[in-house]
């Protein structure tokens, strides 16, 4: 079992390097953080910002204008929803209004539900304190949950506390609840409208590029020192959640914004194929430097597809594949993503 020797023998020596450190007296320099600022690089360079600003500024005036004219104070929180739910992308502005409109109406439930039927017969500060403990309990764990749906519980808790602390002292207001919940929902309706009709950014074009720094960070991998190589896998397996994430964010675009089920599936096979030869890669890395050469250089010439650019210029050494099960198992999965549609 030439494989199951092989893997072994790999995962042996991972093991007892696992917990090692980067040692700078070994030639391994720290990297290259840059220094972070209060804009971005390209925030006098790039259109989205103004353009984000403006969508964001509208939105918000809109809905105070709104809530002026109608002489509505009660709803103001449509304002506030609008500077909550705004994001950078349509997707990521989507799955947050969605979360906050979810657990707006289940917060206001439960909100209205304890309004009606426990709040009548509280009463003192302490017992309202109780209730607001329970309720914030029931939210956080929520919130506590997968990033998917943890801005839900937020809201839950948001939503039930504008519903049942009106002062300090248990409250009977059924309006005060009921204005703020509408204003909620104004606010996402009104962000929805004008992030998904002006100027959409789809989540989608992020996708490529991420793809791309990822093959080059596991081709360096392929290149680089033990030691150094650990931390690039580390950062590897983040950047592949994060294309994950960001694949499965593009259902909440609409079909005039979101890429075609085709290019997103695509994708999704990618990220599926990188993830399984992700490990492998790390288990091979210590075979000879001619076959670490030329899988580092497959995996740039792969990432120059998905760049939209010129792809790297192989130095093209000559390995016999046939020598490892781990290297055939590479060669397999690099002749997929060679032949990945972009």
Known sequence: MPLELDVLDNIKEAIIHFAE????????????????????????????????????????????????????????????????VALGTTAETVEKL????????????????????LIPYLTSITALMVVVFGGALAAGYVAAGSPRISYAGFQMAFAFFLCVIQGPSPAFDLTIARDRVIGILIGNVVVYLLFTNLWPISVGRRIDPAIAALLRQLGAMMTADPQTRRALASQAQSALAEIETDIDLAGYEPSAVRPTEAWLS???????????????????????????????????????????SEPHSPTNPQVEWSTSPLLRIIDASLLRLEAAPI
């Open 98 to 117: 969605t979360l906050r409109i979810v657990g707006c109406l289940v917060g206001a439930a439960a909100g209205y539900g304890t309004m009606i039927f």
């Open 21 to 84: 450190a980067p040692s700078l007296e070994n030639g391994v320099k720290e990297p290259h953080k840059e220094r972070a600022g209060f804009f971005a690089a390209d925030a006098f360079s790039n259109p989205d910002y103004i353009q984000y600003a403006l969508k964001t500024t509208a939105a918000a005036m809109f809905c105070y204008l709104f809530y002026s004219l109608l002489d509505w104070p009660g709803i103001h929180t449509a304002f506030l929803t609008c500077y909550i």
């Open 266 to 308: 695509a994708r999704r096979r990618v990220a599926a194929e990188i993830g399984a030869v992700g490990s492998v890669l790390l288990l091979s890395a210590d075979n000879n430097a001619t076959a670490r050469a030329q899988i580092a250089n497959r995996l740039w010439t792969v990432a120059g597809r998905f760049a939209a």
